[in-house]
C-alpha cells in the first residue's frame, strides 16, 4: 500500500445491481474493494473506515511472515451492524443456543467464504479478536501440523495490528493488553518445554496456573524472532517449520532453525524481554491501497439484505430466526440463490431432508456453477439416503471450488459410506490441506459412527487425541466418541484405554468427569441422569446412556433414550446430532433386517 491517507479513499456511490423490481432496503448498504465485501446496517462512513483497516490489514499480514499472506484473488466479507446491541442476535450461540454475551465481533469460515461479524468497527478489542481468528485460519490454510506455540504466538502478534490513516503505516508487534502482565512472572516456563509437541496438553493436566504464562512466552518467542536482531531471524520461523515437514525431531528442527540449543536461545530470549518491545511501522504497499482507493457502494435490496441475515443465522444455529429471515427474503425475490439455498440447508440442519433436497435438486439445475449449492444438496442427498448422488454433488462442487474443505468431507463421507476407504482417505487428506484443524477429523468420527463404520470413527478420534492433545473438553469428548467405536467394534481394551489416557485431564468436580466416570463404568445410568442440572447436561447424560444400552443390546432401552434427546435434546450439542445420527443408523439396519 502507498504511503498515502486511508481517510481520502473515493466513495462511488451506485444503486445499480438491486434485482429488478425488488424494494429497496432501507438501512442496508453494500460496499465492494478490492479484496473485500462490506454489508450491514452500519453508517457508509464506518463500513468504509472498517474495510480500509481490514484491507490494511491484509496487506500487513504478509509483510514479516510471507508465508502467511492471504491467497489473490480471494475476497473477504464483513457484515458490520450498526451498534453492539444489533449484533447480540448474530452472534455465536452458548450451550443453550442464546446469543454469548460479551461478544463484540468474530472471524468464521463458512461454505460461503470467510467472514468478519462485528457490532462496529471503531473499537479496539472487538478487532484483535477478529484478527486473532483471522490469522488462526490463514495458518491453518498455510501450514500442516504446526505446532500450538506457532499458531497461537503469531495470532497474538497480529492481533493489535494498527493502521494509521494520515501517515499510511501499519504497525506490528504492540504487546497484547492480556499478555502484557503475564510477561512479568517471577518463574518462567523454560523455552524447551514452551515448544514442545505437546506442551499445552501438558500444562492443562499437570499446571493450570501456567497456561496464561505459555501462551505469553509464545507470543514473546515469536516476537523475539520477528523483530530481535533488526529482522535476521525472521526467516528462521520458516525454516523450523520446514524441517518439522521434513520428519526431523523437534529438538533437531530447533537447533537446524535457531542456530544454537535451547538453553542459548532461552537466554536470549530473557533478555530480549527486558528492554522495551519495540513494535514496526511499515509503510502500506500501494497495490493495496490502490485497490481499495475507490468502493463502490450501493444500497440493497431487501431480499438480499434479508438473505445475508437469515444465513449467518443459520452458520449459528439460530434455525427459527435464520427462517424467517429467509422467508422474507424469498417474498421479496424468490429468484434469490443465497436465500434458496441456505433455506434448503437449514432444511438439512432439521433433519428434512427430503423437503431440502425438493428445493436443491431444481436450484442445482437452475445455478450449476454455485459449488455451494451443491455442497448442501450433498449433505440432503446423504441423509435420505442417495449415496451415489450425494457423492456426485459433493465431487461437483469439489469441481466447481476445490478449496472448499466442507465439500471434500462430503466427499469423504460418501466414499467411507460406500466403503472407498482410499478414496475416502486421500478427500480427508485434502480436507486438511486445506484447512490443518484437527476439528474436521472430530466432525468425520461423528458422522463415521452414523455410517456404520466406526472403525474409522475410531481411527479419526485417536488421530484427534494424538494431535490436539486432551487438555480441554474438544479432546475429551472426542475420546468419548473414540470409546464408543471402540467398543462397537469389540475393542474393549482400546476404549479403556483411551478414557484412561482422559482421566489426569478432567476436573473431579467437573460435569465432565461424571461423564468420564459412566463411561468407564464407575457410575450407574440413574446416578448419571441424576447429577444432570440442566438440559445440556441431560443431552449429554441420555446421549451416552442411549449408546451403551444399545451396545448392551438393549435396543429399545437405548432409543428410548436417543428419542429424549431428538424431541427434548439442546439442538447445538455435539450429542444431539450423535444421537440424532444413531437413530438413523438403527432405522436402515432395521429395514435392511
Known sequence: MPARSLACL?????????????????????????????????????????????????????????????PSGTVTTLILFKSPAAFVEFGPR???????????????????????????GRDESTLRTAYHEYVHALVHRRLVDVPSWVDEGVADLYSTF????????????????????????????PLKDVVAPDAATQLWTKHPEQVPLWYAESWAFVHFLAFSSTGARGPQLATYLNALQANKTPDAAFVEAFGAPYAQIDRELREYLRAPLPAV???????????????AVRRMSVAEAQAAQGCLLSDNGALEAAERHLAAALA????????????????VQQRRAAEAVAMLEPLAANAPDSAEVHYRLGLALMDLPRRDDAA?????????????????????????ADHRDAEASAALEQVLRLDSSVGWLRARASRALALDRADAAAADARRFVTRHGLADDDGVYTAFIGAIAYRRMGQDGSADALLAEAVPAVDPKSWTARVLSFMQGRIDAKAFLDAAHDNGDRTEAHAYIGFAEI???????????????????????????????????????????
Not at 452458548?94 to 462496529?120: A, C, L, S, W, Y
Not at 493488553?177 to 512472572?185: D, G, K, Y
Not at 511501522?281 to 468502493?295: G, K, M
Not at 476445490?402 to 466427499?411: H, K, S
Open 10 to 70: 473515493v466513495l462511488l456511490t451506485l444503486v445499480a445491481g438491486v434485482p429488478a423490481g425488488a424494494e429497496i432496503s432501507k438501512d442496508w448498504i453494500r460496499v465492494e474493494s478490492g479484496n473485500f465485501v462490506g454489508m450491514g446496517n452500519a453508517s457508509e462512513s464506518d463500513l468504509r473506515e472498517t474495510i480500509a483497516q481490514l484491507e490494511a490489514f491484509r496487506s500487513g499480514i504478509g509483510r514479516l511472515l510471507p508465508g502467511l499472506a492471504a
Open 332 to 347: 421479496d425475490d424468490a429468484t434469490n440463490v443465497e436465500a434458496r439455498a441456505c433455506l434448503g440447508g437449514v432444511r
Open 392 to 416: 456426485r454433488a459433493f465431487t461437483r462442487a469439489t469441481a466447481l471450488n476445490g478449496d472448499l474443505p466442507e465439500a471434500w468431507l462430503g466427499l469423504s463421507l460418501a466414499a467411507l
Open 281 to 295: 511501522r511499515l509503510a502500506l504497499d500501494p497495490p493495496a491501497v490502490q485497490s481499495a482507493a475507490t468502493l
Open 162 to 189: 494498527k493502521a494509521d490513516p494520515k501517515k499510511g503505516t501499519v504497525t506490528i508487534g504492540i504487546v497484547p493488553p492480556a499478555r502484557a502482565q503475564s510477561l512479568r512472572p517471577t518463574f518462567w516456563i
Open 551 to 593: 451396545q448392551a443390546g438393549r435396543i429399545p432401552e437405548g432409543k428410548t433414550h436417543l428419542q429424549w434427546i431428538k424431541d427434548k435434546g439442546s439442538r447445538n450439542y455435539t450429542e444431539y446430532g450423535l444421537a440424532l445420527g444413531e437413530l438413523d443408523r438403527l432405522e436402515r439396519l432395521a429395514r435392511r433386517n
Open 94 to 120: 452458548d450451550e443453550k443456543n442464546r446469543p454469548r454475551q460479551g461478544v463484540g465481533g468474530f472471524f468464521t469460515r463458512t461454505i460461503r467464504g470467510d467472514r468478519f461479524v462485528m457490532g462496529t
